[in-house]
């Protein structure tokens, strides 16, 4: 079955320390994969994606994310967090034509 | 800036009493989406639509009905709200075709009471 995982429902960060937010997924071929970040009573805002080709991708606000096919994992980077960074964040995955398939998410706490 | 709009941001309603829910879009894109996402869950979504072809979710109730009557809008009504069905009501949109898949675009949502 395909699916999402996101292991850590809850992460806290100290303002300026690095983030690693963790996604494994379970597709029957590579899917599109995508992370979100949702602000408290917003819609969800893209932050990246990856479709195909480099597998380090930059994203918006500085972050980024690694595909790494042999973990079927895609997580989430940043090297230093700031405290407007305190979201939700979910990650994605799907193939043309298909919905995405939304992991849980991470709620992301800032700490000063 | 090409945008996904939705509207209301806040409805509040009675239980059993129909409500509608509106999407609206700038981005020409071809698929529209309708999530339902409850406190501290994921997004899930309730049906799209591919151009005109209405796609529902196998276990999305019979409660929930969809409209597109042009490109641009797509609606959301929900003939007898009941009180789980308080939620935020996320619109996507998206271009898709056979060699092309772009990411969604999520609309700010709306926020659905019901008393």
């Known amino acids: 079955a395909q699916s999402v995982t996101q292991p850590d429902i809850h992460i806290t960060v100290s303002e300026g320390a690095s983030l690693e937010l963790r996604c494994n997924y379970s597709y029957g071929a590579t899917p599109y994969l995508f992370w979100y970040v949702q602000s408290p009573g917003q819609g969800l805002q893209l932050l990246l994606k990856y479709f195909s080709g480099d597998t380090l991708v930059q994203g918006i606000k500085g972050f980024e994310a690694e595909f790494k096919r042999s973990q079927s994992s895609f997580n989430l980077r940043k090297p230093s967090v700031h405290w407007s960074d305190a979201a939700e964040y979910f990650c994605a995955v799907g193939q043309a034509g298909t919905a995405l398939i939304f992991g849980k998410g991470t709620t992301l706490s800032v700490s000063s | 800036d090409a945008m996904v709009i939705q509207n209301p941001r806040y409805q509040v309603t009675q239980f059993g009493k129909p409500v509608t829910l509106s999407c609206s879009q700038t981005l020409n894109h071809n698929v529209m989406y309708w999530y339902q996402q409850k406190s501290s869950q994921a997004p899930k979504l309730l049906f799209h639509y591919y151009d005109k072809d209405f796609n529902n979710e196998a276990d999305t109730p019979d409660n929930f009905q969809s409209r597109r009557p042009n490109t641009s809008f797509c609606f959301l009504d929900i003939r007898s709200p009941g009180l789980g069905d308080a939620a935020m009501y996320l619109c996507?949109?998206?271009?898709?075709?056979?060699?092309?898949?772009?990411?969604?675009?999520f609309g700010p949502g709306t926020r659905l009471t019901v008393l």
């Open positions: 996507a949109t998206s271009r898709v075709g056979a060699t092309i898949y772009n990411e969604q675009f």
